[in-house]
């Protein structure tokens, strides 16, 4: 049974209201402004109105204070734009690109970064670019076996593991002269 043209208005005036708070759900957000003194932080954003106190939910064990103008998705549950969610937020400005498939890494507005690359080898990188590596996996089985290999000499205070661990993570050849990633007492 076809529904008359009068029934179709009504049923167009009752969703009316639930199609506008699904429309006002999520919304692309520019940041203006970040408060990052409390216990979550709390960011201004343009959405495209201005919304002052939005949260900012980061993933555990991560942070960042994002520069004004970089872009993030905000949501408002059950359509209710008083209390904005913002769950992401990015900077095309300063994302490295042309990574590999399977790089990871933080970076931040001057170019530096760590980069965990697909090989298993972490860098570091300077703003200018410069890379060292901080560890590789065989860097990594080489700090396993020693620790495990050593034997506890009587009276040394493990002096000999000293000696053992900063002659093995002096660094790579690339990096500065005396810079370690153990240092000595």
Known sequence: MAMTREQLEQLEHVLRPLRRAQADVVARAVL?????????QVVQVAVPETRPDAEHF???GFFSVPLAGAEGVALFPGGDRGHPLVIVMSDRRYRPTGQEPGTAGI?????AR???LPDDTVEARSESGTAAALATKADLDA?????TGWTPVAGDGGAALKAALLALFSGPPSWPAGTSVLKAE
């Open 107 to 111: 970076h931040n507005q001057t170019g």
């Open 58 to 60: 980061q993933p555990y």
């Open 32 to 40: 203006q402004l970040v408060d990052d003194s409390g216990s979550l």
């Open 114 to 116: 760590v980069v965990v």
């Open 143 to 147: 700090l396993k076996s020693a620790i």
